[in-house]
């Protein structure tokens, strides 16, 4: 498939069809760099580990993922100020 905006994004394209996921994508990274990823989800509700942990394989590079949706669990697990919730 040739995009006509490919010569303007260049490197910036990191996939293009069904088969470019961004977990996919996510995989490919962190296996060429050799590193691994863990997250602290709240509005997300774990959707980004979900798509993470549905490569087979995953758990050579994912971590862990916690997720702190109310106010009160943000605060205690990760010391975020009030302030910040709207």
């Known amino acids: 498939m040739k995009l006509k905006f490919a010569g303007v994004l260049k490197d910036n394209i990191f996939g293009v069809g069904d ?5 996919s994508i996510i995989k490919q990274m962190l296996f ?11 509005c997300t509700v774990g959707i980004i580990a979900v798509a993470i942990t549905d490569i087979p394989g995953s758990s050579l590079y994912f971590k862990s993922s916690v ?3 109310s106010n009160e669990s943000r605060i205690k697990l990760f010391s975020v100020k009030r302030r910040y919730f709207k």
């Open 67 to 69: 997720v702190a949706y």
């Open 19 to 23: 088969d470019d996921t961004f977990a």
């Open 32 to 42: 060429c760099k050799k590193k691994t990823i863990s997250f602290v989800e709240s």
